[in-house]
């Protein structure tokens, strides 16, 4: 039990630090799905997220390749845009 700490905070601590767990476990294992594609300028270089927006045929889904984010977050015409292709979606895990 912590020191100076009623039973409620015990139990709030454990639920966040429960919490805290199992999104780590997610972010390590399995990536969401998106209902619709990032702005762009939002996504790092190199960084990938799948949406499934309708855009792609049945059985597919689309991956989105992040161009990288501009160094002064304003994004103009020249900014290098994010590039996607419709693949095979993978078997639910």
Do not use: Y
């Not at 429960?18 to 799905?33: F, H, M, R, T, Y």
């Not at 499934?52 to 977050?73: H, S, T, Y």
Request: a positive charge.
């Amino acid at each position: 039990m912590f020191v100076g700490a009623g039973p409620i905070q015990v139990i709030l601590k454990g639920v966040a630090a429960a919490a805290l767990a199992a999104a780590l476990s997610g972010a390590a294992g399995a990536q969401g799905i998106l209902k619709k594609a990032p702005m762009q300028g939002v996504l790092w270089a190199g960084e990938i997220v799948f949406v499934d927006d309708g855009a792609c045929p049945r059985g597919q889904i689309k991956m989105v390749i992040g161009a990288g984010r501009p160094r002064n977050e304003i994004i103009l015409d020249t900014t290098p845009k994010d590039t996607s292709k419709c693949i095979v979606r993978p078997p639910p895990s």
